[in-house]
């Protein structure tokens, strides 16, 4: 028997709705989480987790680098040569510079 849910279904979707609009609206993730957890009396940890599974739940935000996950390789190879990326170039290391 699995055991009782500490914060109800109602409850996490309101948390992770209000967050999420305060995000938006303020640019930054930690201060609107911890606030809303605070005023809602849910702990950090939890509202933080639930924001990132409703963001992953919605897909890739444009302009990040999950969004050419979908695309062919051959498409994603022309972005990245396109921005200055050369992926046969050997990985600089520690003292070589």
Not at 40 to 57: F, M, N
Not at 63 to 88: F, I, K, M, Q
């Amino acid at each position: 028997m699995a055991a009782p849910k500490k914060y109800s279904d109602e409850l996490r979707e309101r948390a992770t709705r209000m967050a999420l609009d305060a995000i938006a609206a303020e640019g930054q993730r930690m201060g609107p989480i911890r606030r809303i957890a605070d005023q809602l009396d849910i702990h950090p940890k939890a509202l933080r987790s639930w924001v990132k599974r409703a963001e992953a739940d919605a897909g890739p935000a444009p302009g990040r680098a999950g969004e050419l996950a979908h695309r062919a390789p051959v498409e994603v190879e022309a972005v990245y040569r396109a921005a200055g990326y050369d992926h046969n170039a050997e990985p600089a290391r520690v003292g070589d510079r």
